[in-house]
């Protein structure tokens, strides 16, 4: 990662960067996994369960110290240069709701009526695509099968992706996502890491996530899901050559015909 930069010579720029938190992780030094100390902004604690929806407020991580609070490189770039993902946080907010349903409830089972196709594995994860979950946003069959916690949740995420995590952001997008959260808490959806940026990082947010261009994950994410579905999960050289010739793009220079 640190030759890439340097061949980008991405010192002399210094560009934001908006990425999966895996890859941010990588570049601000971070151990990998669902660490104590996983937060780049603060020393949220990831294993105090019983404080993540109560205490707010961390004290804010001042420094990154090899071998301190899960420190384990010297950081590449500049933890202001980070743009939280919001196609990523959406999926792990779909994530988390999923997994928080009563899976023998009318709800999760409807899940597999209308995603008949996506393993059981999958599904009982929460593991979704952007077209997946606006399919099901436009479902109003998906509501009326939805216990009251069940429902409040969703219908708050719904509100996040729409008035916060997608093109236009609400006057009110800081109020929706509290609502969220405490929406979530009652399910019973356990904190994460993406969970935590939206209730004690709001402010670090950009005022317009819409602008930030998540296509390419996007991009990725169904793309991988048509190849899994035509390759039947079977991984092989084949498969990776069929995903690097769908990474080849044409070029967008303009042609006219002469007259």
């Given at each position: 990662?640190?030759?890439?930069?340097?061949?980008?010579?991405?010192?002399?720029?210094?560009?934001?960067?908006?990425a999966?938190?895996?890859v941010?992780?990588?570049?601000?030094?971070?151990?990998?996994?669902?660490?104590?100390?996983?937060?780049?902004?603060?020393?949220?604690?990831?294993?105090?369960?019983?404080?993540?929806?109560?205490?707010?407020?961390?004290?804010?991580?001042?420094?990154?110290?090899?071998?301190?609070?899960?420190?384990?490189?010297?950081?590449?770039?500049?933890?202001?240069?980070?743009?939280?993902?919001?196609?990523?946080?959406?999926?792990?907010?779909?994530?988390?709701?999923?997994?928080a349903?009563?899976?023998?409830?009318?709800?999760?089972?409807?899940?597999?009526?209308?995603?008949?196709?996506?393993?059981?594995?999958?599904?009982?994860?929460?593991?979704?695509?952007?077209?997946?979950?606006?399919?099901?946003?436009?479902?109003?069959?998906?509501?009326?099968?939805?216990?009251?916690?069940?429902?409040?949740?969703?219908?708050?995420?719904?509100?996040?992706?729409?008035?916060?995590?997608g093109?236009?952001?609400?006057?009110?997008?800081?109020?929706?996502?509290?609502?969220?959260?405490?929406?979530?808490?009652?399910?019973?959806?356990?904190?994460?890491?993406?969970?935590?940026?939206?209730?004690?990082?709001?402010?670090?947010?950009?005022?317009?996530?819409?602008?930030?261009?998540?296509?390419?994950?996007?991009?990725?994410?169904?793309?991988?899901?048509?190849?899994?579905?035509?390759?039947?999960?079977?991984?092989d050289?084949t498969?990776?050559?069929?995903?690097?010739?769908?990474?080849?793009?044409?070029?967008?220079?303009?042609?006219?015909?002469?007259?």
């Amino acid at each position: 990662m640190k030759s890439i930069l340097n061949l980008i010579k991405y010192k002399d720029y210094g560009w934001k960067i908006c990425a999966d938190l895996k890859v941010i992780a990588i570049l601000l030094g971070l151990q990998g996994g669902f660490t104590k100390y996983c937060c780049f902004l603060c020393m949220w604690d990831s294993r105090a369960t019983e404080k993540h929806y109560t205490t707010k407020v961390w004290p804010e991580r001042s420094e990154f110290v090899c071998g301190k609070s899960n420190v384990k490189h010297i950081p590449l770039i500049d933890p202001k240069n980070v743009i939280l993902p919001p196609l990523h946080i959406k999926l792990g907010l779909m994530k988390n709701f999923v997994k928080a349903m009563n899976k023998e409830g009318d709800g999760f089972l409807y899940l597999k009526t209308v995603f008949s196709k996506l393993s059981d594995a999958k599904l009982k994860e929460g593991i979704f695509v952007g077209p997946q979950i606006r399919t099901l946003m436009k479902d109003p069959n998906f509501d009326k099968k939805l216990t009251n916690k069940e429902l409040d949740a969703w219908l708050s995420l719904k509100a996040v992706i729409k008035g916060f995590l997608g093109n236009h952001r609400a006057e009110n997008a800081e109020q929706l996502v509290n609502d969220m959260l405490k929406a979530y808490e009652k399910l019973g959806c356990r904190m994460t890491l993406k969970i935590h940026f939206l209730h004690s990082h709001f402010s670090f947010f950009p005022s317009n996530l819409g602008a930030v261009s998540d296509e390419q994950g996007e991009r990725f994410h169904q793309y991988v899901k048509k190849l899994e579905e035509r390759f039947q999960g079977r991984w092989d050289t084949t498969m990776l050559g069929d995903y690097c010739w769908h990474l080849k793009r044409e070029d967008h220079s303009e042609h006219k015909r002469k007259s």
